[in-house]
């Protein structure tokens, strides 16, 4: 099979960012919705990156819908996974001053029949072998996959696949993980962390939790947006590529209100209104770590056929059975933020069956994260979002 040479790359990346930007914001949407008042958090990109290689084999309403779902009908089909491979490429740079590494693995049912051309695409386009296994039933096929996704992670994705998951019945196992770990540009000091004197208003004023407030002063860009009510911090990490943005509500319990509003529109409008501005920093100590069950999620976005056994058309995945469909997708994501940085990781498998500066004496911007806020990991040039979430409570 003959793969063409990505054309256009800068529009083809900007599109596909942009599409995947809007699907974070989905999913976020929908996530939050069913966990109400609780900590979030997952990786928009992982979650994307396992679903373009199904929409290589995707046919029909099946292929229709997931492009919609993931907004991949916002650029051009037949460019969509050269301009994904692009994109990893950017990402994904060894020389790039922080770890920050993605993997893709195939597991497939030995003897089964795959459509070749799917074979070689997912390895052209996403660097994904597939490996033989002869008994999905058997715990050992679940730990083979689970020890991969650990070894991929650093440690930090454990038991992605639960016992059970797998049976007689799994055909493929298509999984993506992602691992991050940076440091800050400028670093937190821990001799200027406050432990036992500081709370975190969770909810609402009337309950508070103890929280470690990582502190700095210093100039950073923010955004006051007066539309939103909220307060917008971009910290850099080392060699400026990516960066942790926080969206603070001004009001303690205004986070509720600011996700209701919140779009690529909104996304776009605080990176126009990004200033260099002294800011005082206070920003708490938190590890999240968060598993998903995301079938009926995904359903709910707007593509039941992939999960029907009746409707499911992955023709270009195999010709073998027509009863072939996604039978689970399951995301898990960690992420620990300290003095020194961020680390984050996160892996998903989706199983499918038989079946302008001012004067340096102007008065310091404080920014208190000591209530609920939005947060997220984004490359800065392309705006792509790796990971995305709320802090709810860090306790």
């Known amino acids: 099979m003959a793969f063409s040479k990505q054309q256009d790359t800068s ?45 290589l084999g995707a046919r029909g309403d099946t292929a229709t819908q997931i492009a919609d779902v993931f907004r991949f009908n ?51 386009y996403y660097g994904a072998a597939i490996e033989a296994v002869n008994d999905f039933a058997s715990p050992i096929a679940t730990q083979s996959i689970n020890d991969w996704v650990s070894k991929q992670t650093e440690g930090k994705i454990k038991n992605l696949i639960a016992p059970g998951t797998l049976n ?5 196992v298509l999984v993506n993980a992602i691992y991050f770990k940076a440091n800050w540009k400028s670093k937190f000091y821990a001799e200027n962390t406050t432990h036992d004197t ?67 529109d909104v996304l776009q409008s605080w990176d126009v209104g990004l200033k260099s501005r002294r800011v005082n920093v206070l920003l708490p100590k938190f590890k999240l770590e968060a598993t998903f069950q995301l079938k009926e999620v995904l359903k709910r976005m707007g593509m039941p056929d ?23 997708v399951i995301h898990k994501a960690f ?22 500066p001012r004067i340096e004496r102007e008065k310091p ?8 806020f939005l947060f997220m990991i984004r490359h800065r040039s392309t705006k792509s979002v790796l990971f995305m979430g709320r802090m709810m409570d860090p306790s």
Do not use: W
């Not at 529009?11 to 109400?36: C, H, K, M, P």
């Not at 600011?258 to 690529?264: D, I």
């Not at 992420?335 to 302008?356: D, K, Q, Y």
């Not at 911007?365 to 609920?372: K, N, S």
């Open 306 to 328: 992939a999960f029907d056994e009746d409707r499911a058309n992955f023709k270009g995945i195999s010709s073998e059975e027509r009863e072939f469909y996604i039978s689970a």
């Open 198 to 264: 500081c709370t975190f208003k969770v909810f609402d004023e009337r309950y508070k939790v103890p929280v470690s407030l990582m502190s700095q002063k210093g100039r950073f860009a923010l955004t006051v947006d007066n539309t939103n009510d909220c307060l917008v911090l971009e910290l850099p990490y080392e060699s400026h590529n990516l960066s942790l943005l926080i969206a603070l509500p001004t009001k303690d319990d205004g986070l509720g209100q600011l996700e209701t509003k919140l779009s690529v």
């Open 74 to 124: 916002q650029v051009d089909q037949d460019q969509l996974h050269g301009t994904f491979k692009e994109l990893n490429n950017l990402l994904y740079q060894t020389d790039s001053g922080y770890k920050l590494h993605s993997a893709n693995r195939l597991y497939g049912k030995s003897g089964y029949n795959f459509v070749q051309s799917f074979l070689e695409g997912t390895v052209f």
């Open 11 to 55: 529009g083809q990346l900007v599109q596909l960012s942009s599409a995947n930007i809007g699907f974070a914001l989905d999913l976020y949407q929908t996530l939050q919705d069913e966990r109400r008042g609780t900590n979030l958090f997952f990786s928009p990109l992982s979650i994307s990156t396992a679903l373009a290689m199904t929409q």
């Open 335 to 356: 992420i620990n933020v300290n003095e020194e940085g961020s680390e984050a990781a996160a892996a998903t498998a989706f199983v499918m069956a038989g079946g302008g």
């Open 365 to 372: 911007i404080l920014f208190r994260a000591d209530h609920p």
């Open 168 to 172: 007689d019945l799994t055909r493929l």
